[in-house]
Nanobody
Framework: QVRLVESGGGLVQPGGSLRLSCAAS????????MAWYRQAPGRQRELVAD???????SLVDSVKGRFTISRDNAEKTIYLQMNDMKLEDTAVYYC????????????WGQGTQVTVSS
């Protein structure tokens, strides 16, 4: 059974940092793409960053220069390092992995709350 479990959320002041982790129950090689999404209250879920199986990454413009996505295949974990955080980064952050099992299947974690507040 594929499970993705996020951790590392919490309360941080503006300008502070957090690192989110997403631990998979299977090898990361099972996913051709993994990503972090976030959803703020009253807003649609949005893509924050993604990373492919060969390590290519992309970030939404609003977090470029502040956030970094990475992966540790041995630990079966992806990370989202968030620096210089802003109030507008407040959201529930979700980890997702896409795998091809005859068709594309999406797997989601349960989410972790990130609150930026002074």
């Amino acid at each position: 059974q594929v499970r993705l479990v996020e951790s590392g959320g919490g309360l941080v002041q503006p300008g502070g940092s957090l690192r989110l982790s997403c631990a998979a129950s299977v090898s990361l090689a099972a996913f051709f793409r993994m990503a972090w999404y976030r959803q703020a209250p009253g807003r649609q879920r949005e893509l924050v960053a993604d990373i492919t199986n060969d390590g290519a990454t992309s970030l939404v413009d609003s977090v470029k220069g502040r956030f970094t996505i990475s992966r540790d295949n041995a630990e079966k974990t992806i990370y989202l390092q968030m620096n210089d955080m802003k109030l507008e980064d407040t959201a529930v952050y979700y980890c997702t992995g896409q795998a091809y099992t005859g068709s594309v299947q999406d797997f989601w974690g349960q989410g972790t709350q990130v609150t930026v507040s002074s």
